[in-house]
Structure formats: C-alpha cells, structure tokens
C-alpha cells in the first residue's frame, strides 16, 4: 500500500473514533415500522381505515372483479383477493381479472404486490386447471412419495405464478384418523403416518418455493381426528385429543413445515379441549400464540380460515369474528364468502376496534408488518 494511501485510512480510522461509538446499520426488515406506515418506497402514513384494509383478503363471485373491490384496493383497504372455481372457469377472463386487479394495486398507496391465492392441493381441490393433478393420498402412496411431494409443489407454484398468483393455501399437514372423514374423504392428505405427512408437506413447501410462490400449512393444530360426520365449514367442531397426542401426530408436520420456511400456517375452526377449551383455534390466544408462536416458533403470518364458516355461528356476524379473530393473534382474515361487501363489513369493524382501543394498536401494527413483508418478497 503506498505511504500516502496508508496515512489517509489511519486518519479515517482515527476520525470515525473520534466521533463516538458508530450505530449498526439494520436490515431494512429488520426496522421497526414507523407508526400508521408500512414498509416500500414512499409509502406514506395510512388511516385506520387503511391498516384494517391490509389484514383483510376479499372475494368475489364471477369471472370480473366488481367495482367495490377495486375500489377497496385502489384506496390501500385490502390486503389480498383468493379465487375460487367461478373466477377461474375461463382462464382469458380469469388473466383480465387478475391483470384488472393487479393495475388498481399500481394506484394503492400500498406499494407491495397483492396477496393473490387460491387452494391448488391437488387432485379434486384445484381452481386452476392443470398441475398438480395427483391428490395428497396419491402422492402419499408414490415409490418415491418425498420426490413426488417436492415436484408436485414445484408443479403447483408455476401454475399460479403463469396465472400471476403468488399464494398456494397448500398443503393441508392434517394426519386424518378416521377413513372417510372430511380431510380424507377428498383425499386431502398425505396419510396416516405423521412422519409421512411431515416429510410430503415439507418437500411440498419446498417445492413451490422453487416458483417464487408462498406456501401455506394448514390447518393447525389438525383436523386429522375429526370424525367422519365433522365439518367445521358446516357447523362447530370438537376434537378430544389430548395434548400429546396433538404435540407429537398432529403438529409434527408443522415443526417439519417451518424448517422448509412455510409463510403462512392456516388455523382451523375445531375447538380442542386440551389447548383450550372455550374456543375455537383461530379464536384462541392461547392456541396462536402459545402453541403456533411460542411453543413451535412461527414468526410467518397467520391465516384464518373461512371467516363464514359454520363452526363461528355462535360468534357475531363478519365483523365481531373479524376482530375475535385478530385478538387472538390471526394476522390475515379470509373473506371467502365470494362477496365484496363481507371483506368491506371485516375491514370497517377492524377499524373500529383499532380506533377505539379494543384492538392493541402495537399488536395490530406488527400483524400488518408481518403481512407487508411477505408480499414485499412476492411478485
């Protein structure tokens, strides 16, 4: 090193100790979010309004996006829309719609992408045609099951993403019990053997994120025990086992799924006596935080299910579920109603939880970061 060069670092050396112990730089997500702001270029202070907006995911029925929904999304009031079959049933109006939905995102004063989902688990639960077309007991029954799971995921995330979706609520980790209960019946899952279901849903995961698609587990803790009559979609849903049981059968494939990185867990509707017994699971602190988050370690975002589903009939309408569900540590709520007006009803009374203090405004705040940083890594 020339003489001259070498005095002019000592010197810079010097002068950066002379001006006191120097601040690390943080990882921009690692930086706590500016009250009412989210993270992305210029993105200004939002509304309580708007905060509510971002953990709330909308539907609709037909194959054109109505009005209020673009509306909510132009306005920065909606996180996400999932798709069902009457969205997808002709794929040129299905990539109109999704081009429709992502042009009113470019004028949201959010600037992440949308959250764009749609359960594609395989075999007869599919909303886009095409891969992957093996179902999850069929997978679990292949020579090489691991290999099968991973292509199938892999399988799975191009499809969405030449769609333009970036969220598979996929896979379902529920180890069924009972032959012919409605996990099993559609041949939902993978098997009876948690250590099948782990290893499936976890190369499954891996393999969507080859795609640069978010994967979702669900629905935790398990619906694997419910009987053969059970439906949480219908009507509300109990499930005896016991705490070990559920620790080492029915969350094994989660551990599994969270070391593939999984983005998002789905919480079910069922009610489980030995975690809590007053409560469903996506209405449960003690559920959310004490066994996804701490117990397990889920930093991901959380997901409600079907916020209409018959399970929550003795809980209020969208929006007292609305904000049970987010008092309870849920990050995302899922209006699949195929409604517009079911997402606004969750995002109005959100709001109104935020602005009157029944709702933590620290907790609420970092749900709606969670939620921004995973759509800030998606296209």
């Known amino acids: 090193m020339p003489p001259r060069t070498r005095w002019l670092l000592s010197a810079l050396v010097l002068l950066l100790a002379a001006c006191g112990p120097t601040v690390p730089v943080r ?5 706590s979010p500016v009250p009412g702001s989210l993270p992305g270029p210029q993105t200004p202070p939002l509304t309580d309004d708007q905060l509510a907006g971002q953990r709330v995911v909308y539907s ?6 109505p009005e209020p929904l673009l509306t909510a999304i132009r306005t920065g009031r909606a996180a996400g829309v999932i798709f069902f079959g009457s969205n997808t049933a002709d794929p040129e109006r299905f990539r109109q719609a999704v081009a429709a939905l992502r042009q009113a995102q470019l004028q949201s004063p959010v600037h992440q992408p949308l959250l764009l989902m749609t359960d594609q688990e395989g075999g007869s639960v599919r909303r886009l045609p095409g ?19 991973q292509r199938a995921g892999q399988e799975a995330g191009a499809n969405l993403a030449a769609a333009g979706l970036n969220v598979n609520l996929a896979p379902v980790l529920d180890v069924y019990r009972d032959p012919g209960n409605f996990i099993d019946k559609p041949q939902r899952s993978f098997g009876q053997d948690p250590a099948l279901v782990a290893a499936l849903g976890q190369a499954f995961v891996t393999g969507q994120h080859a795609s640069g698609v978010a994967g979702t587990a669900k629905h935790f803790p398990g619906l694997g025990t419910a009987p053969a009559k059970a439906d949480t979609d219908l009507g509300p849903v109990t499930l005896p086992a016991g705490q070990e049981e559920l620790s080492a059968v029915d969350e094994a494939p989660y551990a599994a799924a969270l070391v593939a990185d999984v983005d998002l867990v789905m919480v079910s509707w069922a009610v489980y006596p030995a975690l809590d017994p007053s409560r469903p699971a996506g209405l449960s602190p003690t559920v959310v935080g004490g066994e996804l988050r701490d117990r397990l370690g889920f930093h991901g975002v959380t997901v409600t299910d079907a916020l209409e589903a018959g399970a929550l009939k003795a809980y209020g309408d969208t929006g007292e579920r609305a904000v049970a569900a987010a008092a309870a540590g849920m990050d995302l709520i899922l209006c699949s109603a195929q409604d517009p007006a079911q997402g606004a009803d969750a995002t109005a009374t959100l709001s109104d939880a935020l602005d009157s203090g029944r709702l933590d405004r620290a907790s609420f705040l970092s749900a709606v970061d969670r939620i921004t940083t995973l759509r800030a890594r998606l296209r």
């Open 27 to 31: 990882n921009a997500a690692d930086a």
């Open 60 to 65: 609709y029925k037909g194959s054109t996006p």
């Open 131 to 149: 891969a992957p077309e093996l179902s999850a007991r069929a997978l679990g029954a292949q020579p090489d099951a691991v290999a099968a799971a």
